[in-house]
C-alpha cells in the first residue's frame, strides 16, 4: 500500500508542475498588476480542470512507458466517471479525488491491455487503442458505484475539512507537521492535494467556483493563504538556518567541501522554496533533526495563523512568490518577523543538537565512511578507465552500447584491442563479430559500467597511472564462498523444455562465459522466481532479472536472446529491484508471439553467475511445469 501511495505522490509531480504557470497568469492579470482580464482567465483554466489534468498526469505517471495512450484514457475515464456520477446524485462533488481515480485506474488498464491482441477482424481496436475503451468501461461501472455510495466518503471528507479549516492555530499547525513528516514516505504530495486543491470552496466575481486553497487565495478569496503562509518563514529563513548550523557544525577541514553545497541549497530555498535538497541532506542522517524541523513547521504554521497573516503560492514559498503575491497577502510583513524567530530557533536548536550528539550531517562524517564512499563512487569510473585503455581508447570506440551481460563496440581498429587485459579486469570472454565489432562480457553490472564509459567518452578518460591501467577490477574478483544448491530449493520458473546450455544459439551463454546453469525453451509466458531471495536487478528493458538468494548465490534469467533490441516490448516487469521473492513468485510477463517474431530465439538462458568451482550437475532435460523440482544441484 505505501509503494501505491508513493507511485500516486511520484506521479502528481507532473501535474503539479502546472500551477506556476497557471498561477503567474492568474497573478499577472488582476487590476493591481496588468489588469488584464482574459490573462487571469486563461490561468483560471488551467486551475479549474485540475481534476482532469490529474487525471491525465496521473495516467502517465503510472504508465510503465509514459504513453500518451495513458494519458488518453485517464482524460476519457475521468469524463465517463464524472458525467456518470452527476447522472446519479448531482450533489457529489468528488473534486481532485475523481482525477485521481480515473488516472490511477487508467495507468493500471493500460500496463494490462496495451499489447492485447484480438482477431483480424477486430485488431484495429487491440493494442494501446483498446485501453480508453477498457477505461470507459470500468469507470461506468465504477461511476454506478460512486454514484450511491460516495455521499458516505464525501460527508467524511467535509467534516475532516470543516475540521482542519476551522481548528484555528491547532489545525494549522497539525497540518505544518504532517506536511513533513510526509516527505520521506513521498505522501507530502497526497495531503497537499486535498488542502491545496481540494479543501473548501468560493465563488469569484465571474461566477466560477473555484476549490482548494491555492486557487481561492490567488483569486481573490479573503478566507484563504493561512495554511500556506507558515511555509514562508520555514523556506525562507528556517532551512537556510539550518544550512549555517550544519556548515558551523562541520570538521574543521570539512567545511570547504561542504560549504559550497550547503549555500547552493540554502539558496534554492530562500528563492524558489524548493526545500528537499537540504531535507534529504539531514533527514536519514539524523532523523531527530527532521523531526526537530517538522515541530518547528508545525509551529511556524500556528503562528501565522494566529497573527491573521494570509499569503499563498503558485510554486513554493520561496522569495520569488512572496514577492509576487506581496501585493494580495494580508500582513505579509508579519511572516518576515516570524522568519528571523525561525531562524534563530532552527540555528540554536540544530547547531546545539549536531554538536552535542555528534550527528553525521554533512561535514560530520567519520573518515572511514568518507573513504568507503569516495571508494564506491569511483570504483566504475576507475574500472571504466581501465576498460577504455584496454580496448585502444575512447578514439577507438565509434560506437558504446550494452545489453543484459555484455558491452557491444564498434571499433575504429579492432585489432588493438588488448583481450589478456580484458580478462585482467573481470572480463569473462570477448567475442569479435563481423569486421569492426566487438562484444565484451562483464556480467550484470555491466549497465554501470557502460555508464561510466560513455560518460569518460564524452568528458575525458580519467587518467591512470601504468600500473592502474593494468591493475584488475576488485568487484568481479571475489573468491568463491563454496555455495551449494539442492534439488528441491530450485524449482522451474517457466513451463517448457529444459536444454543444456550448449544448445543455446549463442556463444557467450553456450561456452560458459556467463557462468554455469541450463536454459528454457518456455511455452508458459510468465516467468516465475525459481527460488526464495531478493531481485537485485530487473533491466530497463525488462528482459532480465537477476536475483540473489539468502546465501548470496546470484542467478539470471535472460528471456530470449537479442531481446535488448525489443527495447522492452513484449515484456512486462511484475517486480521491482530490492523486493523479497519466494519460489513461484511472478517475475515478468512475456508476450510470446510478439517476441518469437522480433527477436532470433526464445530459448532462455538461466545461469549461476557467481559460480567459480562448484560441480553443478543439470538432472533432467525434458519438459518440465512451472514449479517443478529435482532438476539440477550445486556442490
Not at 352 to 381: H, S
Amino acid at each position: 500500500m505505501l509503494n501505491f501511495l508513493q507511485r500516486i505522490g511520484k506521479s502528481l509531480m507532473f501535474p503539479i508542475a502546472t500551477l506556476p504557470a497557471a498561477a503567474l497568469l492568474v497573478r499577472l492579470g488582476m487590476d493591481d498588476m496588468f489588469g488584464i482580464p482574459f490573462m487571469t482567465a486563461a490561468g483560471n483554466g488551467i486551475l479549474e480542470n485540475l481534476a482532469l489534468i490529474f487525471a491525465i498526469g496521473i495516467a502517465m505517471g503510472f504508465a510503465k512507458d509514459g504513453s500518451g495512450a495513458a494519458a488518453l484514457a485517464g482524460a476519457v475515464g475521468y469524463l465517463v466517471l464524472t458525467n456518470g456520477i452527476t447522472a446519479i446524485n448531482d450533489t457529489i462533488d468528488m473534486g481532485v479525488f475523481a482525477g485521481v481515480i480515473a488516472g490511477v485506474i487508467a495507468g493500471l488498464l493500460y500496463n494490462r491491455f496495451n499489447d492485447v491482441k484480438f482477431p483480424e477482424f477486430l485488431s484495429f481496436f487491440g493494442g494501446k487503442r483498446f485501453v480508453p475503451i477498457i477505461t470507459s468501461l470500468v469507470m461506468v461501472i465504477l461511476s454506478f458505484v460512486l454514484g450511491y455510495l460516495w455521499v458516505y466518503p464525501q460527508y467524511a471528507l467535509d467534516a475532516a475539512t470543516g475540521w482542519i479549516l476551522n481548528a484555528g492555530e491547532i489545525g494549522a499547525g497539525v497540518y505544518g507537521v504532517l506536511n513533513r513528516l510526509l516527505i520521506p514516505v513521498g505522501l507530502h504530495h497526497v495531503i497537499n492535494t486535498f488542502i491545496w486543491f481540494d479543501f473548501g470552496t468560493f465563488t469569484t466575481a465571474a461566477d466560477a467556483v473555484v476549490h482548494g486553497e491555492i486557487n481561492r487565495f490567488l483569486n481573490g478569496d479573503p478566507n484563504a493563504g493561512y495554511f500556506l503562509a507558515g511555509f514562508f518563514p520555514i523556506m525562507m529563513f528556517g532551512l537556510p538556518a539550518a544550512c549555517l548550523a550544519m556548515y558551523m557544525a562541520a570538521k574543521k577541514h570539512r567545511k570547504a567541501a561542504v560549504g559550497g553545497m550547503l549555500l547552493s541549497i540554502a539558496l534554492t530555498s530562500f528563492l524558489t522554496g524548493v526545500t528537499e535538497p537540504i531535507e534529504f541532506s539531514f533527514m536519514f542522517l539524523s532523523p531527530l533533526l527532521y523531526v526537530v524541523h517538522s515541530i518547528l513547521t508545525g509551529v511556524a504554521m500556528a503562528l501565522a495563523y494566529a497573527f491573521d497573516i494570509r499569503h499563498g503560492f503558485g510554486f513554493s514559498a520561496g522569495l520569488i512568490d512572496f514577492a509576487l503575491n506581496y501585493n494580495i497577502a494580508e500582513n505579509p510583513v508579519s511572516l518576515i518577523l516570524i522568519g528571523l524567530i525561525m531562524f534563530v530557533l532552527y540555528f540554536v536548536l540544530f547547531y546545539f543538537l549536531i554538536v552535542k550528539l555528534d550527528l553525521k550531517t554533512p561535514g560530520r562524517e567519520d573518515e572511514e565512511d568518507i573513504m568507503e564512499e569516495e571508494q564506491e563512487e569511483n570504483a566504475y569510473d576507475k574500472k571504466a578507465a581501465r576498460y577504455l585503455h584496454a580496448l585502444g581508447g575512447p578514439d577507438n570506440i565509434v560506437s558504446l552500447d550494452y545489453c543484459t551481460t555484455r558491452l557491444r563496440l564498434q571499433m575504429t581498429d579492432r585489432e588493438v584491442v588488448d583481450e589478456q587485459a580484458l580478462r585482467r579486469l573481470g572480463s569473462k570472454g570477448v567475442m569479435k563479430v563481423g569486421k569492426t565489432n566487438v562484444q565484451v562480457v562483464v556480467g550484470t553490472t555491466v549497465e554501470f559500467l557502460a555508464s561510466a564509459m560513455q560518460k569518460q567518452i564524452e568528458t575525458g578518460l580519467l587518467p591512470l597511472s601504468d600500473s592502474e591501467k593494468e591493475k584488475a577490477g576488485t568487484m568481479e574478483q571475489v573468491e568463491s564462498e563454496g555455495y551449494t544448491l539442492e534439488s528441491d530449493e530450485f524449482q522451474m520458473p517457466v513451463d517448457g523444455k529444459i536444454l543444456p546450455l550448449t544448445e543455446v544459439p549463442d556463444q557467450v551463454f553456450a561456452q560458459g562465459m556467463m557462468g554455469q546453469g541450463f536454459a528454457v525453451d518456455p511455452a508458459g509466458d510468465v516467468f516465475c522466481s525459481p527460488v526464495d531471495g531478493e531481485v537485485v536487478q530487473v533491466f530497463p528493458t525488462k528482459h532480465a532479472v537477476g536475483i540473489v538468494m539468502n546465501n548470496g548465490l546470484e542467478i539470471l534469467i535472460h528471456v530470449g536472446l537479442d531481446t535488448v533490441k525489443l527495447e522492452g516490448r513484449g515484456f512486462e516487469s511484475l517486480v521491482n529491484a530490492g523486493q523479497k521473492v519466494k519460489k513461484g513468485t511472478p517475475l515478468l510477463r512475456v508476450d510470446l508471439n510478439y517476441v518469437s517474431k522480433h527477436a532470433p530465439s526464445l530459448i532462455t538462458p538461466i545461469i549461476f553467475t557467481n559460480l567459480k568451482e562448484e560441480s553443478f550437475q543439470l538432472l533432467a532435460t525434458e519438459d518440465k511445469m512451472q514449479g517443478d523440482k529435482g532438476l539440477l544441484s550445486i556442490k
